[in-house]
């Protein structure tokens, strides 16, 4: 029976935005509602509701050995969906970690991937990219040179990914993705045969399309926002706070 994933890589040692006492993906932002109580939310919390909303009922945090705060804050269940946990050895980049999932994903699988210290906007976007392919959920930013900038043709193909690339073609970058079991292993193939060199998710695309793999691009995303670092995190309480942003509380 195909199953819905969600891989949440959270590995990463978040030094843009130390010191903090906790992992960065618990780092609180905005509130939720528990029962009439209203508590901080964790940035990681958003993400997961997005996975939510899309129909995941299996979510995989990748996390380093040191990060087990984030085990103790979420245990195994979040909404409808359960929680297991791989442990990544060395922060190796997205690549590494998001292999770091593929045992427990079977080939007719669908799987969801974002990054835990992000917001975006819509909640509904997972649903935008279809089954069974690579496909990218774009949003249009003011300094494409500090992401992954995704260059399409006129149908949303991916032609390249420019990865921080210093005058990037295009406004257009990924903010998360969505792809089959199958898809994934296959990715991992190319990874392996490339000697695991490509940290950067972009640069092992490009070399997936370069040996005749396809990708969509979907120009869907409206808000993007890396809340990584202390000017993203600024701008993330102030999107939150505006009157024209709802949004929905994720089950616990």
């Known amino acids: 029976m195909r199953r819905r994933w969600g891989v949440i890589p959270a590995a990463g040692l978040g030094t843009r935005i130390q010191p903090l006492a906790f992992s960065k993906e618990l780092l609180p932002i905005g509130t939720r509602h528990d029962g009439e109580t209203e508590r901080p939310r964790a940035v990681c919390e958003y993400l997961l509701e997005r996975m939510l909303v899309a129909g995941v009922t299996r979510v995989c945090f990748v996390i380093s050995p040191a990060k087990t705060d984030i085990m103790s804050y979420f245990g195994g269940q979040i909404g409808n969906a359960s929680i297991c946990y791989a442990v990544q050895q060395n922060p190796n980049g997205l690549c590494d970690a998001l292999f770091s999932a593929l045992p427990f994903i079977a080939a007719d699988d669908e799987v969801v991937v974002g990054l835990p210290d992000t917001l975006w906007f819509p909640i509904e976007g997972f649903e935008l990219l279809p089954d069974g392919t690579l496909s990218f959920l774009l949003f249009p930013v003011a300094q494409p040179e500090l992401f992954d900038a995704v260059i399409t043709d006129e149908n949303?193909?991916?032609?390249?990914?420019?990865?921080?690339?210093?005058?990037?073609?295009?406004?257009?970058?990924?903010?998360?993705?969505?792809?089959?079991?199958?898809?994934?292993?296959?990715?991992?193939?190319?990874?392996?045969?490339?000697?695991?060199?490509?940290?950067?998710?972009?640069?092992?695309?490009?070399?997936?399309?370069?040996?005749?793999?396809?990708?969509?691009?979907?120009?869907?995303?409206?808000?993007?926002?890396?809340?990584?670092?202390?000017?993203?995190?600024?701008?993330?309480?102030r999107v939150l706070s505006s009157n024209q942003i709802s949004y929905h509380e994720v089950g616990r």
């Open 156 to 237: 949303g193909s991916v032609q390249e990914i420019q990865v921080k690339q210093y005058e990037a073609a295009s406004e257009w970058i990924w903010g998360a993705f969505k792809l089959s079991g199958e898809v994934l292993a296959d990715l991992h193939r190319i990874w392996c045969e490339r000697g695991k060199s490509d940290q950067y998710f972009g640069t092992l695309v490009n070399a997936y399309l370069r040996q005749g793999g396809t990708a969509l691009g979907i120009k869907g995303g409206d808000i993007y926002v890396d809340v990584g670092t202390l000017h993203g995190y600024r701008e993330a309480v």
